[in-house]
Nanobody, 122 residues
Framework: EVQLQASGGGSVQVGGSLKLSCAVSGHSFDEYIIGWFRQTPGNEREGVSAISAVDDSTYYAASAQGRFTISRDDAKNTVYLQMNNLKPEDTAVYLC???????????????WGQGTLVTVSS
């Protein structure tokens, strides 16, 4: 069973930093992407950043570009999101996701971990 465990959230002041972790277990996939999403009440889930397990290519939403850095440690089966210069609008529940690419795209699948709350106060 694939499991994703997010951690590292907390409360910080504007300009502060946090490092989120997403520990992944229970799979033997070769082709997948790990992504970070965030959600606030009443709003749609927003993609923040992602990293490919195939070629380490990365994606950042415009709101994260230049402030957030995604990385992965294969030895620890963990993906990190370093968030610097945090702003009040970064306040959200952050969730990690694994998108597995199957040989047949109709079998692609998404797995979600529980969220970790980030609160940025001014």
């Amino acid at each position: 069973e694939v499991q994703l465990q997010a951690s590292g959230g907390g409360s910080v002041q504007v300009g502060g930093s946090l490092k989120l972790s997403c520990a992944v277990s229970g799979h033997s996939f070769d082709e997948y992407i790990i992504g970070w999403f965030r959600q606030t009440p009443g709003n749609e889930r927003e993609g923040v950043s992602a990293i490919s397990a195939v070629d380490d290519s990365t994606y950042y939403a415009a709101s994260a570009q230049g402030r957030f850095t995604i990385s992965r440690d294969d030895a620890k089966n963990t993906v990190y999101l370093q968030m610097n210069n945090l702003k009040p609008e970064d306040t959200a529940v952050y969730l990690c996701n694994m998108h597995h690419y199957a040989l047949n795209p109709k079998y692609d699948r998404d797995y979600w971990g529980q969220g970790t709350l980030v609160t940025v106060s001014s």
